[in-house]
């Protein structure tokens, strides 16, 4: 009788053992669908990021080029205002 029982706490052992297993084998496929996920969504940033500085780079040129108009109207009203 102690065989069986002994038997019997073996098999159950391990089938915890297998679903124990089991569970690790599902942690890891999830984590790698994490890190994946990650990855992906670190590419997206990053290319957002990249697009926006170009975006900010445009405007600071655009200013530029409009406060050199600007100075140069000033520049060319205060000659003027010199003269009369």
Do not use: C
């Amino acid at each position: 009788m102690d065989k069986k029982k002994d038997f019997a706490l073996d098999m159950e052992a391990r089938s915890n053992q297998r679903t124990e297993n089991a569970d690790v084998w599902t942690q890891l496929q999830q984590k790698e669908a994490d890190i994946l996920l990650a990855a992906e969504l670190g590419k997206a940033l990053l290319e957002k990021n990249e697009e926006l500085v170009k975006q900010q780079e445009k405007l600071i040129e655009e200013y530029n080029a409009k406060l050199e108009v600007g100075f140069r109207f000033l520049f060319q009203l205060i000659i003027l205002m010199g003269e009369i």
